[in-house]
């Protein structure tokens, strides 16, 4: 079961990131001129639920992983502390984050604030998601999927 959501949780990142990058992209090229419409507020709800989905899948590896030890020790372990306190307290901020941009969107009545509200918000999510994923070259156990 771990291996199998390990995999998951990896895999679905780059879904997280593909679809952060179009909604951002989508959100700044509308934001002056563009007219927000089903397609734009679909894409952000689409969004918001893949991160969702990596934050469930995410929350239970947390819990069941080997790299996350609750000791006294593990602060001092750089890779027991990035999966321990570092990767879940920036990946929990990004998706309060992600999920305030799109509520703000929902609320605005004017289609620039719409666009407006997500770019802002999904940027610096995708900015923090960045920041504390395991990138290979960050992490040595860590891997592009």
């Known amino acids: 079961m771990y291996n199998g959501l390990l995999h998951a949780h990896s895999g679905l990142r780059w879904v997280v990131l593909i679809l952060l990058l179009v909604a951002i992209f989508n959100a700044f090229s509308k934001k002056k001129s563009g007219l927000y419409s089903e397609g734009d507020r679909k894409l952000a709800l689409f969004t918001m639920i893949s991160v969702h989905i990596q934050l469930l899948i995410g929350l239970v590896l947390y819990f069941i992983s080997p790299l996350v030890v609750f000791s006294s020790e593990s602060m001092g372990n750089t890779?027991?502390?990035?999966?321990?306190?570092?990767?879940?307290?920036?990946?929990?901020?990004?998706?309060?984050?992600?999920?305030?941009?799109?509520?703000?969107?929902?609320?605005?009545?004017?289609?620039?604030?719409?666009?407006g509200?997500?770019?802002?918000?999904?940027?610096?999510?995708?900015?923090?998601?960045?920041?504390?994923?395991?990138?290979?070259?960050r992490i040595e156990t860590a891997g592009w999927f």
Not at 82 to 111: C, N, Q, R, W
Not at 120 to 136: E, K
């Open 79 to 115: 890779i027991q502390r990035f999966y321990l306190v570092e990767h879940i307290s920036l990946m929990l901020v990004a998706i309060v984050l992600i999920t305030i941009g799109h509520s703000k969107s929902k609320k605005a009545i004017a289609d620039s604030k719409k666009f």
């Open 117 to 137: 509200a997500i770019a802002t918000f999904y940027l610096i999510g995708l900015i923090l998601i960045l920041a504390s994923i395991p990138w290979p070259f």
